[in-house]
């Protein structure tokens, strides 16, 4: 087994701290005080992690931050910002896990993740068109099935939807331009789409369903669907540039 060298201690370990205070104190939840909504990054240094040092570094980190993380907190505030849960750590693990995966996967044809990712896209493209369409609908299945205490402004669901359906289309257009070139940067993104559709979209409205004991998965979905292009977008940006500035870390 190779021996895990002290810089790559170092970087998976200042990842990971960085992880933690993203995680848990840097993050916008809509309305406030809930987690309906909950933007955020606090997954990027695992994929960060997971991308430059391995799958298996990835995972020993994703577990260390979200353990650490619910501890740390507690001990900041004097409460726990939920009760510990397995499936959230798991969340972790895969934002760990599968982005070394993907990005090393040897696959024959260099367009695919190309063809991909356009047809992701399009149907985060649908979805978010469907949304500004069925704004009323959507507030109202969550002020019936969610919370009657929560009110939700329909011009911040409006905006929210902008940026997210301008992210997609600029997406398009970065697909467009570096279609000819290799496929590292069509590997991030389809990593980023496809962690945001299997955690956001699908595991957590499950865990949370779970973990209270109630039928709420398909009123989670709308808001979820609604956030999803954007926070795509802005896991993307930055994932692209930061990648090209920590890949001299690779070991």
């Not at 369409?133 to 409006?158: A, C, G, H, K, T």
């Not at 369903?209 to 896991?235: D, G």
Request: zero cysteines; proline letters at 5%; charged letters at 10%.
């Amino acid at each position: 087994m190779k021996k895990i060298s002290l810089q790559t201690l170092i970087f998976a370990a200042l990842m990971v701290a960085i992880g933690i205070v993203l995680s848990n104190f840097v993050s916008i939840s809509y309305p406030p005080n809930s987690t309906i909504i909950r933007f955020g990054i606090g997954y990027l240094p695992l994929i960060i992690v997971s991308v430059i040092l391995g799958p298996r570094v990835g995972f020993v980190a994703a577990i260390i931050q979200d353990v650490l993380g619910y501890f740390v907190y507690m001990m900041i505030y004097g409460f726990a910002s939920g009760p510990f849960f397995p499936g959230f750590t798991l969340n972790a693990i895969l934002y760990g896990v599968l982005p070394g995966l993907i990005y090393n996967l040897k696959i024959n044809s260099k367009r695919f993740f190309l063809y991909m990712n356009f047809s992701l896209m399009t149907v985060m493209l649908a979805l978010g068109i469907w949304g500004l369409i069925e704004i009323d609908y959507i507030i109202q299945i969550i002020e019936n099935r969610l919370s009657v205490d929560m009110s939700f402004s329909p011009w911040i669901i409006y905006f929210m939807l902008g940026l997210g359906i301008l992210g997609v289309l600029s997406g398009y257009v970065f697909l467009y331009f570096k279609r000819n070139e290799d496929d590292k940067n069509q590997r991030l993104i389809f990593i980023t789409i496809i962690l945001q559709v299997l955690v956001t979209l699908i595991l957590t409205p499950l865990w949370v369903t779970i973990l209270y004991s109630s039928a709420t998965f398909l009123p989670q979905l709308p808001l979820r669907i609604i956030k999803t292009p954007l926070e795509v977008f802005v896991y993307t940006i930055l994932l692209l540039r930061l990648i090209k500035v920590f890949e001299n870390y690779k070991i």
